[in-house]
């Protein structure tokens, strides 16, 4: 039997909220305003806030991705009684992910009309939930660091939206390739999709609760 010692499961939260805390930071000092303009009136000052539309566009899907693992991420370490050291190597792949999409995100600000700016920007959001999904499958094949069994019953809402989240962005960056414009509007995607499956994940909670 392979042994192994626990790591609390306080360190590894506060080090998660902490990365996920300094990426949205990074995140938001990608918006801003145009330097050297005095615009006179609001028509001018519209005009210039046009300019934002592109980082607005990036700052937005990034930062509710990012939400989005972040909830998930948290609801699966929240069944957690103990942490192996194997999980925090897995859990540190994830983290890298995360940390790279500053980085990724100004790509497609600034070559995101080009394929490879926008492809390398969704394929580091997918890659992201390629390494939960690994966190999720190492979980499942071993129940004993799981807080009760019960906690099972999620795991078929949080393994498809964290599936649905992954497949729209890998879809994007392979669509980036041939269409630029059908890349984007499959991203956009994620606005739609996403919030019904939450609808749908409380309408199950109720009736489970009925």
């Not at 805390?21 to 615009?39: A, F, H, M, N, Q």
């Not at 999409?101 to 394929?115: E, K, N, V």
């Not at 960056?173 to 509007?185: D, P």
């Amino acid at each position: 039997m392979t042994s192994f010692y626990s790591i609390r499961n306080t360190r590894l939260d506060a080090l998660c909220d902490g990365v996920f805390s300094i990426v949205l930071t990074l995140l938001v000092l990608e918006l801003k305003l145009p330097e050297g303009s005095t615009p006179q009136d609001l028509a001018e000052v519209i005009t210039e806030l046009k300019h934002l539309l592109p980082s607005l566009y990036s700052y937005l899907i990034s930062f509710f991705v990012i939400a989005s693992y972040w909830e998930l991420h948290h609801k699966l370490t929240a069944e957690f009684l103990s942490c192996t050291p194997e999980l925090a190597k897995k859990t540190f792949k994830f983290l890298l992910c995360i940390s790279l999409i500053p980085f990724s995100s100004l790509m497609q600000l600034r070559y995101g009309d080009t394929f490879i700016g926008f492809s390398i920007y969704c394929f580091n959001l997918a890659i992201c939930g390629v390494t939960m999904l690994n966190i999720w499958f190492y979980v499942k094949n071993n129940l004993a660091i799981l807080v009760a069994e019960e906690s099972e019953k999620l795991w078929p809402f949080f393994s498809r939206k964290l599936l649905i989240i992954t497949l729209i962005f890998l879809l994007g960056s392979l669509l980036s390739f041939y269409n630029l414009k059908w890349a984007h509007n499959v991203c956009l995607l994620f606005f739609i999709v996403a919030p019904i499956h939450n609808l749908f994940e409380k309408i199950y909670s109720y009736w489970e609760e009925v």
